[in-house]
Each structure stands twice: as structure tokens, then as C-alpha cells.
């Protein structure tokens, strides 16, 4: 079953930079989809931290509060990935990484990718 895959998390000191990565197979990628960077803090439920509104078609970004001016989501068409520019991280940023649809799709979550800012 066709799932989304993470990449690119570690362990960073605050202040550092990290570059998420998400790939799939094409179907998860439709033109029309609203896709996303979602986070799930230990202890804590899934949240959404950036999402593209309307996909490919507009690449329009936005952001949660607690991270807007500092993290990056974008796109690349071609190799059907999208990433995530993480900047100026802080320990609250702790948490595991997953990307999907807008809303989330059951069926397509991956197994993520760790994040652990700390010093």
C-alpha cells in the first residue's frame, strides 16, 4: 500500500537547521491535493505546522503560529517530494515528523522521521 515517506530528522542544538524530506509515489501527489507537515510531540497529539493550499496548483504556503517565519515548506514537481526548511530550532520543536494530505489520509501515514533539538 502506497505510503508517504520521511526523511532528514536528527538531533540538532537549538538555533540549528534541519531539512525534512517526503517522498511518495505519484498517485499521493494529485494536482488538486492539499498537502502538508504534520508533528507529534511526546506525549502530545498529531498537529499540522505547514501545509501547500491547493497543492501544485497554487503552491500557496501556510503556517501554524508556532512556527511561521521560521520553517519553509515547499515542493518539487518532478521528483514528487516535498520538504520542509526547518530554521532557528527550538527544544519544542522536539517531536516526529510526518507529511500527508490535508486532511490527514489513514492510509498514507508513514513512519516519520525524529526530530530532537537539544544541547
Known amino acids: 500500500q502506497a505510503q508517504f515517506v520521511e526523511s532528514g530528522g536528527g538531533l540538532v542544538q537549538p538555533g540549528g537547521s534541519l531539512r525534512l524530506s517526503c517522498t511518495a509515489a505519484e498517485s499521493l501527489f494529485t494536482f488538486w491535493s492539499t498537502m502538508g507537515w504534520y508533528r507529534q510531540p511526546p506525549g502530545k497529539q498529531r498537529e499540522l505546522v505547514a501545509a501547500i493550499i491547493g497543492g501544485r496548483a497554487t503552491n500557496t504556503p501556510t503556517y501554524s503560529e508556532s512556527v511561521r517565519g521560521r520553517f519553509t515548506i515547499s515542493g518539487d514537481n518532478a521528483k514528487n517530494a516535498m520538504y520542509l526548511q526547518m530554521n532557528s530550532l527550538k527544544p519544542e520543536d522536539t517531536a516526529v515528523y510526518y507529511c500527508?494530505?490535508?486532511?490527514?489520509?489513514?492510509?498514507?501515514w508513514g513512519q516519520g522521521t525524529q526530530v530532537t533539538v537539544s544541547s
Open positions: 500527508n494530505r490535508v486532511p490527514g489520509n489513514d492510509d498514507y
